[in-house]
């Protein structure tokens, strides 16, 4: 009984913390077969954002059919997937995939950057849109509609593995992460969930039902700006990469999330009217 009575004082915020709970990264194994939950939170967001956004090619003028997205999305996953492991290896970890380039294949590991997704996703819509002579901020509307949906299951899946936590906190829902040391952390994962996932679909979705996509640029717009304020207040808990520290006062995700800002005030500023499409581009 004195022992516990004699505890040292650091063990204090360490009992009040909450346990995380250590899930299985692995969703499925079949065998040598591992399905892992990373891997299921791209599948499910690029299905349901795929779904969703068949319905909102039925609201918007810019003559994208149903066949038309269907085709869009084998160009969209290879632009996320080669897109978010580049920045993510480009932006975040350089060095260290220099010295082991073959890990930067390991794409089921984890370490995906939005940023890179992002960039990968528009290049990717660009050149459809040439190929079918398709308005480009047309389908990017209709894309940024969705992208939370991804944006929600990815932060959900960074918290099951454990990863990118957040900054230490004393607060009464702080965890403590087996990768992170003893020190009770802000859960950063599930605020970013919250905040880039939830609350920007939500906006999204008024901002469609309100006749957003009725000028294109405006809802493209409006996901580059609510992305940009939702990753820079999240990052105000996740801990920062120490190996790159701080630049100007700003973590690494803030920094990346000044052109979404600027881009989106941007196209939010010239959005004009759309043209109804004269007829529906048919998939090939």
């Not at 004082?9 to 194994?29: G, H, N, T």
């Not at 380039?101 to 940023?115: C, E, Y």
């Not at 398709?134 to 932060?155: E, K, T």
Request: charged share 15%.
């Amino acid at each position: 009984m004195s022992e516990i009575l004699e505890l040292p004082a650091r063990a204090e915020p360490l009992l009040a913390a909450l346990a995380f709970p250590e899930f299985d990264p692995v969703a499925v194994a079949i065998g040598p077969l591992e399905i892992r939950w990373y891997a299921l939170s791209y599948i499910a967001g690029l299905l349901l954002a795929w779904a969703y956004c068949r319905w909102l090619t039925t609201r918007s003028p810019a003559g994208v059919s149903k066949e038309a997205f269907d085709d869009f999305l084998f160009w969209a996953i290879i632009g996320v997937v080669i897109g978010g492991r580049l920045g993510f290896v480009l932006f975040y970890a350089p060095a260290y995939y220099l010295e082991h380039p073959l890990q930067a294949l390991m794409v089921w590991k984890g370490g995906m950057a939005f940023h890179g997704g992002l960039l990968g996703v528009v290049v990717a819509a660009w050149f459809f849109c040439r190929n079918r002579q398709l308005p480009f901020l047309g389908l990017m509307d209709i894309v940024a509609c969705a992208a939370p949906i991804g944006l929600f299951l990815g932060r959900i899946a960074n918290f099951i593995n454990g990863e990118l936590w957040g900054r230490p906190s004393d607060l009464p829902w702080a965890m403590v992460f087996p990768e992170a040391g003893p020190e009770p952390r802000h859960p950063s994962q599930l605020y970013q969930a919250t905040l880039e996932g939830l609350v920007l679909f939500a906006v999204l979705f008024l901002v469609m039902r309100a006749g957003g996509l009725q000028r294109y640029g405006r809802l493209s717009g409006i996901f580059l700006i609510g992305y940009a304020v939702a990753r820079s207040l999240g990052e105000l808990f996740r801990q920062y990469d120490t190996d790159v520290g701080l630049i100007l006062g700003l973590t690494q995700g803030q920094l990346y999330s000044i052109p979404m800002l600027l881009v989106g005030l941007y196209l939010v500023a010239t959005a004009k009217p759309a043209e109804a499409s004269p007829r529906r581009a048919k998939g090939k």
